[in-house]
């Protein structure tokens, strides 16, 4: 019994990943809430209201995880004070938050910040909440509004083409849903198609200059 409960002891405790987490509040706009949290293995979970227990989940390549990761590090994990300090519109309460492996927490909280890197972080968050945002569109029309489906579909693509798709593949089900049934316009299910099939190839690496 004495080994057994030694054995027990030498067991680590299960180890949650790394986190960061970003929030922003802005009455008024749409959504007025955001929360979204990435952790180092690229599980991302999104939400639009702090009460809400079930968040959209999603997966982030290793890459674009790390990516995050290593401004998070640029900025010291967020330990200094982010905000300029300057007297510029409001554009809603932004917070940075890193949580560790144990749970400890660090975070800045700001308007606006001249920090750049901290400005390529709030980009990035911004995207991956626009990708998010439009997945839920493109989820709603798909049950509930067909005819909005083509404009949910141009959003995604915009998004696409500008580089700004946080997680493609989440979107594979949702497409070949909508391909595969003949209540949608053919254009629909053409376009769902093509950007499927482009998800699924990947982004076309860019020619060296």
Do not use: C
């Amino acid at each position: 019994m004495r080994f057994l409960v030694l054995a027990l002891l030498a067991i680590p405790a299960f180890a949650v990943p790394a986190r960061l987490l970003f929030t922003k509040s802005f009455p008024g706009s749409v959504p007025a809430y955001v929360w979204l949290a990435v952790d180092r293995n690229g599980g991302l979970q999104y939400k639009e209201s702090p009460t809400d227990e079930q968040p959209l989940k999603a997966q982030l390549k290793e890459g674009d995880a790390a990516l995050l990761f290593s401004m998070a590090e640029k900025l010291n994990y967020f330990k200094e004070p982010l905000e300029s300090g300057l007297k510029v519109a409001n554009t809603g309460k932004k917070t940075f938050r890193y949580e560790d492996e144990s749970g400890a927490a660090t975070e800045s909280i700001f308007n606006y910040s001249l920090n750049e890197t901290a400005r390529q972080l709030l980009d990035r968050f911004e995207q991956i909440a626009a990708t998010e945002r439009a997945y839920i569109d493109l989820d709603r029309t798909s049950h509930f509004d067909k005819l909005g489906v083509n404009d949910s579909l141009a959003m995604i693509e915009a998004l696409w083409v500008r580089k700004e798709l946080a997680a493609p593949e989440q979107f594979i089900p949702l497409l070949t849903h909508i391909t595969a049934h003949q209540s949608y316009m053919h254009l629909v299910r053409e376009r769902a198609a093509r950007l499927k099939d482009e998800f699924l190839a990947g982004p076309v690496a860019e020619a060296p200059k």
